[in-house]
């Protein structure tokens, strides 16, 4: 598949309205859950050239299925390598630019700004890149990865996870198929 190929399909998947959330938070009296979300490569590859590097359409659904009717936290780069914002989500995006107004999304400025905009939601999502699943690992609590069991050439890298404080809860392992080229897996970690 081509870079264009990959990109056209990733976004049909991002972008689809058609099935509206029932994810909408109701039960604030329990404790918040700020969970990143993140497909990474055997080598933490996470993109290259500000786009994704692979297609794997269940991961894109489960992304919509688990992010919807959530607030969903992401780095300026991130926002502009997407067509538009994401529907039935909140989007939040970081930037030091004062004066950037992207349509359809919130804009800040500091991690604390970033977090004081999602306390009313009970699971808030850390969508990437790079640079702020670092600037975030130490505020979350959960990590959804889907690891790709392969390598690839990337300029932007998933943060090592480091195994004393983080630990998986869950584990589902994804065989490749005629359709997808790669085994996966979808890792569940959380604090210790
Ligand atoms: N595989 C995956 O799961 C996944 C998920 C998401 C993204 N990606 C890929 O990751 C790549 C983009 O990641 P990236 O690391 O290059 O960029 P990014 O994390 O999406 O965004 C970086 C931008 O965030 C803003 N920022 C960073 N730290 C900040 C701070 N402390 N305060 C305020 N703003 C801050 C800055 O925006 P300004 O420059 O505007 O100040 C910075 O340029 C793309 O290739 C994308 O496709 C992959």
Known sequence: MTAQEIRFKNNNLLLETEED??????????KQTLTMIAAAAKNNALGKDNDLIWHI?????RFKRLTSGHA???GRKTFESMPKALPNRTNIILTKKEDYQPEGALVVHTVEAALALVKEDIQPFII??????RLFMGNCDRIELTR???????????????????T????????????QPYNYSYLTYEKK
Request: net charge negative.
């Open 72 to 74: 969903i936290i992401m």
């Open 168 to 179: 998986i809860v869950a584990q589902e392992d994804i065989s490749a198929t005629d359709n």
């Open 128 to 133: 990437g890149g790079g640079e702020i699943y």
């Open 57 to 61: 359409s269940e991961d894109l659904k």
């Open 148 to 166: 790709v069991h392969h390598d690839f050439e990337a300029d932007v890298f998933f943060p090592s996870i480091d195994t004393d404080k983080w």
């Open 21 to 30: 959330s029932d994810h909408k938070s109701t039960h604030m009296t329990e």
